[in-house]
């Protein structure tokens, strides 16, 4: 391995990506992100104040028996439910322009003349858009996508180099890193990434971390290794990531183009198909 491409590597890898993690959480839509995201610490919060709560003694010779009431929802109770609210768009975008091929040939899911088109800009080591894809993209694709209603588009949009070197791998084929995957393979390297973000996205060896990562996913040492020393690869992930900034107004991940709306933080199963089925 050259000099450079040992730079390219350390670049990507090392302890240096840690720090900008910093960065990524600061700029990856927190104050975007849905109450949704917040329903699992909820949760834990009110059963531990439950807990907490149960009376420890009695006072007096009297005996209170507590009762407990079960409260069972009618399926008319259940119709009248208040449908998820259609998420408010922050901007317009011109889908014309945004579809034109950039520096990357697209990760299309989906028909081709679906009535609505969405494309997500997002980092793989931003925890807003693990949350969408570990509990939302999977319903929505199989609601919309798979169904024809939707297609699907996945641009990087990398916050520090560790999330560029994720994405490289997923852009590499395992087999011969030299030419580029197809949407089957990328969505699937995409979806064990974000599941096992914790993972690797923070370790402290970045290397050891992504390589047994991308084991998993058929790469060996050698093509891991050529996969994350190609520096056109490398210049043409930014690249996308700087025009999805110039030209269409993103700054901050995850962030939906759909159907001319711009919309950013992370959505739930029933946000998303509220506005999808607002389109349809």
């Known amino acids: 391995m050259s000099l450079s491409e040992m730079s390219l590597m350390k670049r990507l890898l090392t302890g240096a990506a840690v720090a900008a993690l910093a960065v990524t959480l600061a700029a990856c839509s927190d104050e975007k992100k849905e109450e949704t995201a917040k329903a699992p610490e909820t949760s834990q919060t009110t059963t531990g104040e439950s807990a907490s709560s149960t009376p420890a003694t009695s006072t007096g010779t009297t005996t209170e028996t507590a009762t407990t009431t079960t409260t069972t929802t009618t399926p008319a109770e259940t119709a009248q439910k208040p449908a998820a609210e259609v998420p408010s768009a922050e901007g317009d975008v011109d889908m014309a322009e945004v579809l034109k091929p950039g520096a990357l040939p697209d990760m299309i899911l989906g028909e081709a003349n ?119 690869l490398l210049d043409d992930v930014n690249a996308v990531r700087e025009r999805g900034a110039k030209e269409f107004g993103v700054a901050a991940t995850p962030t939906f183009l759909i159907n001319g709306k711009r919309y950013s933080g992370d959505m739930s199963v029933d946000s998303m198909s509220a506005l999808i089925d607002s389109l349809l």
């Open 114 to 232: 679906a009535p609505v088109t969405i494309v997500e800009y997002m980092s793989t080591t931003c925890p807003h858009c693990a949350a969408f894809h570990n509990n939302t993209f999977d319903a929505i694709k199989a609601k919309y996508v798979d169904s024809g209603k939707a297609r699907f588009i996945v641009r990087e949009f990398p916050f520090d180099p560790r999330a560029a070197a994720a994405f490289m791998l997923a852009r590499c084929q395992p087999q011969d890193s030299t030419k580029l995957t197809e949407a089957a393979q990328y969505y699937p390297m995409i979806s064990m990434l974000m599941k096992q973000q914790e993972t690797w996205a923070a370790a402290q060896d970045g290397r050891e971390a992504l390589l047994q990562m991308s084991k998993l996913a058929g790469f060996t040492q050698e093509s891991f290794q050529a996969c994350l020393t190609n520096q056109k």
